[in-house]
């Protein structure tokens, strides 16, 4: 998980569950899932390599 030191501290007072806001994954229950946590979203790796993807093919589409 990749988060501020200081945001590690408040989400642990709020009881605050980990979870990607694209696919609903929650860090805890599974170990392989990294989440890149920001003020009011998160998305895990799996989200982003998917992410890069869609780019990618878009890009290509694109350029055709």
Known sequence: MVMPNKDRVVLKEANFIACCSFC???????????????PQVSICSECVEICAELLKEKAVDAST
């Not at 609903?24 to 920001?38: H, P």
């Open 24 to 38: 609903g994954k929650e860090a805890e229950k599974e170990d392989s899932i990294e989440l890149i946590i920001g």
